[in-house]
Each structure stands twice: as structure tokens, then as C-alpha cells.
């Protein structure tokens, strides 16, 4: 596992984590899962490999709303990569700021179905 650590990653720390209950969402062209998410940002697991990913790399989210049918974008910052679980850590930039309310909503219509 690699790891790389920041004040924002300290800060990201310090937010509490809640369970992803495994939502579906993309990391670029890639399908992955939500494992678990905070304000400050996600930790990911990518089908595929995360072998060409690399902390400081930008990415972009995307979150499919089964409620809207609508896809929202987020860009995050990869923090820490574990290549053996395939999972990500990745901090939300600040132009990414609604993301978090975005998760809670759809998390949240999701355990209501």
C-alpha cells in the first residue's frame, strides 16, 4: 500500500466515515463501488486494477442518481492507494463541495427502497 500524507488527509481523518453500502459509481471510464465516504471525501474500490493510479493524481467521480436518473461529477484527489483491494482514497477538491450532501441523499433514498 502506498501512502502519502497531507494536511488535508489529516483533516479527511478526522471527519467521520460512514459505510458506502457498496453504491455504484464510476472513477473516470472505470466501474467501481463506494466503500465508504465523510465531507472530506471517499475511499473507492475500482474493478479493475489501480496499478497506473498514484497519490496527487485528479480524477473525476461520477455518481449515477437512480432517484433523478441524473449523473453528477466530482473531482477528488487520489490520497492512498492499496493496490491489493483494488481501493482508493481520494479527497473531494473544493469545487466538489455539495458531494458529501449528494452521497447522504442518495445513500439514504437507497436504504428507504
Same mark, same amino acid.
Given at each position: 500500500?502506498?501512502?502519502?500524507?497531507?494536511?488535508?488527509?489529516?483533516?479527511?481523518?478526522?471527519?467521520?466515515?460512514?459505510?458506502?453500502?457498496?453504491?455504484?459509481?464510476?472513477?473516470?471510464?472505470?466501474?467501481? /463501488?463506494? &466503500? +465508504?465516504?465523510?465531507?472530506?471525501?471517499? =475511499?473507492?474500490?475500482?474493478?479493475?486494477?489501480?496499478?497506473?493510479? #498514484?497519490?496527487?493524481?485528479?480524477?473525476?467521480?461520477?455518481?449515477?442518481?437512480?432517484?433523478?436518473?441524473?449523473?453528477?461529477?466530482?473531482?477528488?484527489?487520489? /490520497?492512498? &492507494? +492499496?493496490?491489493?483491494?483494488?481501493?482508493? =482514497?481520494?479527497?473531494?477538491?473544493?469545487?466538489?463541495?455539495?458531494? #458529501?450532501?449528494?452521497?447522504?441523499?442518495?445513500?439514504?433514498?437507497?436504504?428507504?427502497?
Amino acid at each position: 500500500m502506498t501512502s502519502t500524507i497531507s494536511p488535508q488527509s489529516n483533516d479527511r481523518r478526522k471527519a467521520v466515515r460512514q459505510p458506502g453500502e457498496a453504491y455504484p459509481l464510476r472513477v473516470g471510464r472505470e466501474p467501481a /463501488r463506494l &466503500v +465508504d465516504w465523510s465531507v472530506k471525501g471517499v =475511499g473507492l474500490q475500482l474493478r479493475g486494477g489501480v496499478d497506473t493510479l #498514484a497519490p496527487g493524481q485528479t480524477l473525476t467521480v461520477s455518481i449515477h442518481s437512480e432517484v433523478t436518473n441524473g449523473v453528477a461529477l466530482f473531482p477528488v484527489v487520489v /490520497r492512498r &492507494v +492499496d493496490t491489493e483491494r483494488r481501493v482508493i =482514497g481520494a479527497d473531494f477538491l473544493d469545487e466538489a463541495e455539495d458531494a #458529501a450532501n449528494f452521497l447522504a441523499c442518495l445513500l439514504a433514498m437507497s436504504d428507504a427502497r
